[in-house]
T-cell receptor
Framework: GAVVSQHPSRVICKSGTSVKIECRSL??????MFWYRQFPKKSLMLMAT?????????EQGVEKDKFLINHASLTLSTLTVTSAHPEDSSFYIC?????????????FGPGTRLTVT | KQEVTQIPAALSVPEGENLVLNCSFT??????LQWFRQDPGKGLTSLLL?????REQTSGRLNASLDKSSGRSTLYIAASQPGDSATYLC??????????FGKGITLSVRP
């Protein structure tokens, strides 16, 4: 089956620093990758959609200058949380999809727990 | 805007019971519906995916049904076990190709 990895699985950083999270599709080429955020006891909220080689499309209310997304290859997307603050602490999950259509299944990574102190 | 609702938010049942988890969605223009399992502090495990043209899917003790016209899906778990304790999330892929998740149902199966 399709495998998606995320690194790191857990990160603690100080307020004001930047953190990069990697999402990799290990056994398939992902035309589209998605980034989600999950607050405690809440649903997953889509942050942005990225297509390889294109700029990411951000959902309403998500600051694109704060959450930098790069999808430089068909197997790697990165999310950089810039100038992190405690309110950015959350569980971040990526997913990868073979094509751009919603008919393709999204395969999810294991998530990254970010804690900003 | 698509909305996905899962009620109740939590459910506790004794081991061995058959149970049904419900999911409803407001926009029937979907590509597919998926059920996921999430253990505390962990990522998502895909359980079943039902394409919009399908009525149900089965995997082991799990059976998911889809009634697209009424905007409803159910996840049936047969002979529940303590290891089934987790949060179960329902999500639909809309015409915009985006997944919309429900808030999940936290299931506790008592030994």
């Amino acid at each position: 089956g399709a495998v998606v990895s995320q690194h790191p699985s857990r990160v603690i950083c100080k307020s004001g620093t930047s953190v990069k999270i990697e999402c990799r599709s290990l056994d398939f080429q992902a035309t589209t990758m998605f980034w989600y955020r999950q607050f405690p006891k809440k649903s997953l909220m889509l942050m942005a959609t990225s297509n390889e080689g294109s700029k990411a499309t951000y959902e309403q209310g998500v600051e694109k200058d704060k959450f930098l997304i790069n999808h430089a290859s068909l197997t790697l997307s990165t999310l950089t949380v810039t100038s992190a603050h405690p309110e950015d602490s959350s569980f971040y999950i990526c997913s990868a999809q073979l094509g751009t259509s919603g008919a393709y299944e999204q395969y999810f990574g294991p998530g990254t727990r970010l804690t900003v102190t | 805007k698509q909305e996905v609702t899962q009620i109740p938010a939590a459910l506790s049942v004794p081991e061995g019971e058959n149970l049904v988890l419900n999911c409803s969605f407001t926009d029937s223009a979907i590509y597919n519906l998926q059920w996921f399992r999430q253990d505390p502090g962990k990522g998502l495990t895909s359980l079943l995916l039902i394409q919009s043209s399908q009525r149900e899917q089965t995997s082991g003790r799990l059976n998911a049904s889809l009634d697209k016209s009424s905007g409803r899906s159910t996840l049936y778990i047969a002979a529940s076990q303590p290891g089934d304790s987790a949060t179960y999330l329902c999500a639909v892929t809309g015409a915009n190709s985006k997944l919309t998740f429900g808030k999940g149902i936290t299931l506790s199966v008592r030994p």
